[in-house]
């Protein structure tokens, strides 16, 4: 009977280690993504088009710098958090004459179509042809976001500008 009995305990471990090893390869090849796809929206992968990281402008000097799909993603959540009530497809609600798009964005003063330029004026708003302060836009102090994350608040805006269709537009069919 011990001899069977062996056998027995010998078969159970023999499946309770076959189970365990198969338990943790399908844990490890199916359950774990990598944080790169899994931050990455949706929505900056498909319209904005950011499956590697992308180049936007930097300054009036035509220096760039390369954002990643989760620079641009952290900037849409910032967007939507703090910018969205007066910001709807890159409209502006309280001055429909000047939306996101990026020839409104070109077309102000200092021209916003920048990086650098876009985060001056989050930092201390003017008006579009930058004569004066204004208060339709909030200012954005440092204490209330890094520079890292005003600039990807601003890669977004500008990566949507580029290629999010009918982003700022006023055409009914977007």
Not at 77 to 95: D, R
Not at 101 to 109: I, P, Q, V, Y
Request: one cysteine or more.
């Amino acid at each position: 009977m011990s001899a069977k009995f062996n056998q027995l305990l010998s078969y159970l471990r023999f499946y309770l280690s076959f189970l365990l090893i198969l338990t943790i390869t399908f844990l490890l090849n199916f359950s774990y993504t990598p944080r790169a796809i899994a931050t990455v929206d949706e929505y900056v992968s498909r319209y904005l088009q950011v499956r590697e990281p992308v180049t936007i402008p930097y300054n009036i000097q035509g220096e760039t710098k390369e954002f990643s799909g989760e620079d641009i993603s952290q900037g849409k959540v910032l967007f939507e958090k703090n910018c969205l009530n007066c910001h709807v497809g890159g409209q502006t609600v309280p001055n429909p004459y000047v939306s996101l798009s990026l020839d409104d964005l070109k077309g102000a003063t200092p021209d916003r179509s920048n990086i650098t330029n876009l985060v001056a004026y989050m930092r201390h708003p003017v008006t579009y042809d930058g004569s004066e302060d204004t208060f339709w836009c909030r200012e954005v102090p440092a204490s209330w976001m890094s520079a890292s994350q005003i600039e990807n608040l601003a890669a977004f805006v500008i990566r949507a500008a580029e290629k999010s269709p009918g982003w700022g537009s006023t055409d009914p069919r977007f």
